[in-house]
């Protein structure tokens, strides 16, 4: 079973940044297409961005132009750098693999996430 550590979550005023790290505990950005999720209080875990092997990726409409995700494969770990941060993207943030784009099934269990915090 692959292990996912989420890291790099904060407290930023809205239009600040910050990096998250996504550490798996083997390499499987090969295998798979990895995601960032979000779970905010009272809503259902959704969709951030997600990156193939390949390089491609996928962002939700409310991040798109403000998040960027990338991986470094040697690294074993996914990065989702967010920038001009609003209120609204405060929750806790999960990363995950699925089989592909189209149906982003996670694969492994979810990690703890990482609290981002965004006031305004």
């Known amino acids: 079973q692959v292990q996912l550590v989420e890291s790099g979550g904060g407290l930023v005023q809205s239009g600040g940044s910050l990096r998250l790290s996504c550490a798996t505990s083997r390499s499987i950005f090969n295998m798979y297409v990895m995601g960032w999720y979000r779970q905010a209080p009272g809503k259902e875990r959704e969709l951030v961005a997600a990156i193939s092997s390949g390089g491609a990726t996928k962002y939700a409409d409310s991040v798109k132009g403000r998040f960027t995700i990338s991986g470094v494969n040697a690294e074993n770990t996914v990065y989702l750098q967010m920038n001009n941060l609003k209120p609204e993207d405060t929750a806790v943030y999960y990363c995950?693999?699925?089989?592909?784009?189209?149906?982003?099934?996670?694969?492994?269990?979810w990690g703890q996430g990482t609290q981002v915090t965004v006031s305004s």
């Open positions: 995950n693999a699925s089989p592909n784009f189209a149906t982003m099934r996670s694969i492994y269990s």
